[in-house]
């Protein structure tokens, strides 16, 4: 494996994750629940009493802002490109999940 120095973003990462890292902890500080895509996609299915605005927002939201930002920011953002095979994807797929 080799880094493409060309599109090496260590400062993006680090405010990226900074900013992540801020929002889940404003998110459980403010609403006492844990930030995370799979409890919040899990929770419209059987949605408590005023759950389901806030949910929705959110998914929208992730949908929304990589769209805003690449028609706002085309020459800084393009398409990911992954050098890896489909059982190394699995492989890290699984990871992440574990």
């Known amino acids: 494996m080799t880094?493409?120095?060309t599109?090496?973003?260590p400062g993006l990462?680090?405010?990226g994750g900074l900013i992540l890292g801020l929002a889940s902890a404003a998110f459980?500080?403010?609403n006492g629940r844990i930030l995370g895509?799979?409890?919040i996609l899990g929770g419209l299915i059987k949605p408590a009493k005023g759950?389901?605005?806030w949910r929705m927002a959110f998914l929208l939201?992730?949908?929304a802002?990589?769209?805003t930002a690449t028609f706002l920011f085309p020459q800084v953002l393009s398409a990911p490109r992954i050098e890896a095979g489909y059982v190394a994807l699995v492989v890290a797929g699984l990871l992440v999940g574990f």
């Open 7 to 9: 599109h090496f973003t």
């Open 65 to 67: 802002a990589p769209m």
């Open 51 to 53: 759950d389901v605005g």
């Open 28 to 30: 459980i500080l403010l």
């Open 13 to 15: 990462s680090l405010l």
């Open 61 to 63: 939201g992730m949908a």
């Open 37 to 39: 895509i799979s409890g």
């Open 3 to 5: 880094i493409d120095w």
